[in-house]
């Protein structure tokens, strides 16, 4: 006779509702995909230690007797913070103009490269970037203020009409966001999605920080006279030759080049693209004329500058296209009021209006020429970014050197045509050339190690060709409509 061996009883879970008070949140956890695991609670368990390590960093508020708030501090602050929602809204007209210009394949992808990127770019500039572009020092090359910044409002602050930290900070840290969106551009529809965040990081945290204190913190390029009054050098042309030593590094995508001849790879939405363009020209009205700092007579002066600098870059890249391809396109129509914008940046404050225009309106005729150089040379820049930012930054840079003038100052000429000599322009092309081989040198550092690391920067052929929106991300952007995938 044999006897059956039972089952030991399965014991019945306690629901959630028969929980006690102890236990019903390690439940409520463990109920939730992913934090079922030890491991997972771990690594729960180290966030409130990460908070109270941060806020051992954070510096609290000072004790002191501030006086009464002015008319003139209220309008110079408040007036910065206009600027610098502007600066941050250019986000939005930097993804529209990449998106629209690459393939509708790829536009979740450089949507979200430019949503996130800003978000990685504040922080990384809040934790150390600010602190290495604006902290103290005093040789000219290397500054740090420690990690964060102190966001303390004194009585000489309020007393003199001067910026509270957290306002300047916020425009700083903007401009940042700034310099990582142009690298996007160039090395749109072929990078993988992480390693391109962790540039950026790189790239607002250490890179971009270091080269603007050689000028806006009284570094060595400052102290020669050097002049870039918004960041043609030090914003446009960091971000163009990061994107640049990239884009070099990824090659060209597939298709661009066959047989030894260039093809045209058309974007698929002119109509995003020229919002993109519309909105980052009202967003430069925080760019340049926010970089006064202060609310004073010359703001509307600087806007004008900016304006007309716009202006004339489209009419050039009009005019030029029209002749080149015997029809306008509205492709360089963008790219032209976007190198004007770029042209006049560093010398919105020490230009006539004669002279932004003019200096606009060859720089449009400039990234017509460009466009089709590097196109030339192998080198694919699918939204012209380089020949925007950078070609256009370092004329930009130049042409204080030619025909600037101390318009907020004395009134005297600067450049060679103005009377001023050889001397500022030699001052121009240091600064210029000094941005280009420090961006240069340490972002091929970055990408290579980035890449080394990472098994490479470029997504495979196959995630290529059906589009990083679905290698990358697992979606479309136009999900349910009728679209061709090319």
């Not at 093809?263 to 109509?271: E, L, R």
């Not at 192998?378 to 939204?383: F, L, Y």
């Amino acid at each position: 006779m044999t006897t059956a061996t039972q089952a030991p009883p399965v014991r019945r879970r306690k629901t959630l509702q028969e929980a006690s008070l102890l236990e019903g949140p390690m439940m409520l956890l463990k109920s939730i995909r992913g934090f079922s695991s030890h491991r997972s609670l771990v690594w729960l368990a180290c966030v409130p230690v990460a908070l109270l390590g941060l806020g051992i960093f954070t510096f609290a508020a000072k004790a002191e007797e501030l006086p009464e708030l002015n008319a003139a501090f209220l309008a110079n602050n408040l007036w910065l913070l206009v600027a610098t929602i502007l600066v941050i809204f250019m986000n939005a007209g930097f993804a529209m103009v990449e998106a629209g210009m690459c393939r509708q394949k790829n536009a979740v992808n450089i949507l979200s490269k430019n949503l996130f990127v800003f978000a990685l770019a504040v922080t990384a500039y809040w934790v150390i970037g600010y602190s290495l572009m604006y902290g103290d020092g005093d040789n000219g090359w290397i500054y740090f203020g420690g990690l964060f910044f102190d966001p303390t409002v004194s009585a000489e602050t309020i007393s003199d009409a001067g910026l509270v930290p957290s306002v300047d900070f916020l425009f700083q840290a903007a401009f940042a966001g700034t310099a990582a969106t142009i690298v996007s551009g160039l090395v749109a529809e072929r990078i993988k999605f992480g390693e391109f965040v962790l540039f950026a990081l790189v790239l607002t945290a250490f890179i971009y920080p270091i080269a603007g204190s050689w000028k806006w913190n009284g570094g060595w390029l400052d102290s020669l006279g050097f002049i870039d009054f918004a960041g043609s050098s030090i914003v446009h042309s960091v971000g163009a030759w990061a994107g640049l030593v990239g884009a070099m590094l990824l090659g060209p995508r597939i298709g661009k080049y066959t047989n030894g001849s260039v093809q045209a790879i058309p974007g698929h939405n002119m109509s995003i693209a020229t919002l993109g363009a519309l909105i980052l020209w009202i967003g430069w009205y925080g760019f340049n004329p926010g970089s006064q700092l202060a609310m004073d007579q010359w703001v509307a002066y600087v806007a004008v500058t900016t304006t007309l600098g716009a202006a004339g870059g489209a009419i050039g890249a009009t005019v030029i296209s029209t002749i080149t391809s015997k029809k306008p396109d509205l492709t360089m129509i963008i790219n032209g009021i976007l190198a004007g914008l770029v042209s006049v940046t560093a010398g919105c404050g020490d230009l006539t209006f004669g002279g932004a225009w003019v200096a606009g309106l060859v720089g449009g005729i400039i990234v017509v020429f460009a466009v089709a150089a590097l196109d030339s040379a192998g080198i694919d820049d699918p939204v012209g970014a380089f020949s925007v930012h950078g070609v256009c930054g370092v004329w930009g840079t130049l042409v204080i050197g030619l025909w600037g003038k101390a318009i907020q100052g004395d009134g005297a000429g600067l450049g060679l045509f103005n009377g001023g000599g050889i001397a500022q322009l030699g001052k121009q092309a240091l600064g210029a050339g000094a941005y280009a081989i420090w961006t240069i040198v340490t972002c091929y550092i970055a990408w290579q190690i980035i890449g080394a690391l990472f098994g490479g920067i470029r997504v495979t052929e196959d995630e290529e060709i059906e589009g990083l929106d679905i290698g990358e991300h697992g979606m479309e952007a136009y999900a349910g409509f009728s679209t061709t995938n090319n």
